[in-house]
């Protein structure tokens, strides 16, 4: 799946991250022990060596991460971003290493590491103008494991429920609409499971369990393209199993939203064979659920 086109605002904003400096700590004075070879044994005493260990500047260590970053060097990168939050917590440059953090693990990618440091950087900054980019950086780590339908989708629910949350709290952030798209990509991925699996439970002739897997596309992924073939499959195991009002309810919702749908055809016909014809019951579940169906 593609990866969003501008990925963090491209070299010139790494640079203009790496010019910038903040005030720094002293150097810091590190006392190691020295015990001679004869202490102990030759009656000597205890020396020590005072070694003076300069701390790196956090300006120094971010920069040298985005320099690790423009190489690809994606392990030293998240390591120099590591060491400025070890060194300067809470500290702007602290909050600034843990975004490149995220990032860095995004692209190399480590999408498990990518999710972990976003869930820091949230729970940290919830506030941070920044938080709405590491939202959608967890959204796509998680949105570019989506595997085929033929395997377990809980990726695409967990891009599916970031990419929602980025929405409802940061409506006019510029990554909106790519989340909006990418939301239709994922719910059209788990309809695509539940279609898969509802099939696989018609031709095993376990009628309910296909019901449930059809209703549950209309119920919760109605806008996506798997809605005309699950109205058609629910006429298909309802009239298998006698319910003769459903299957023509179906038939006639799947009419009235895709009058020229192939799938309607198919429907129609089948409901002949049987000497019906499609039919809106009212009191049907399907009957509500067709009022606030529409046809994309």
Known sequence: MSVFAASFRSSAMLAALAALTLSVA???ADIM????SGFGLLGGGEKYKTEITPDIPADDLYNQGLARLKAKDYEKAAKRFGEVEKNY???????????????????????????QAAQRYIGLYPNSPDTPYVFYLAGMSYYNQVP??????????????IFSELIQKYPKSEYVADAK??????????????????????????????????HDVLGKYQTTRHTEEALYRLTEAYLAMGVTNEAQTAAAILGHNYPDSQWYKD????????????HE????????VGKTLHAI
């Open 33 to 36: 022990d020295t015990i001679t």
């Open 281 to 288: 019951y009212s009191d049907s579940w399907l009957s509500k």
């Open 181 to 214: 798209y990418k939301m239709g990509v994922a719910r059209d991925q788990l309809a695509a499971k539940e279609m898969q699996v509802g099939r696989f439970y018609l031709t095993r002739k376990n009628y309910p369990a296909a019901i449930n897997r059809f």
């Open 267 to 278: 429907a129609h016909a089948l409901l002949k064979t049987g000497g019906l014809e499609p």
């Open 26 to 28: 002293p150097a810091r």
């Open 89 to 115: 917590p809470s500290s702007e440059w602290s909050r600034k290493a843990l975004l490149m953090t995220v990032f860095t693990q995004y692209e190399k990618p480590a999408y498990d590491e990518a999710v």
């Open 148 to 161: 085929d339908v033929m395997r377990d989708q809980s990726s695409a629910e967990k891009a599916l429920q």
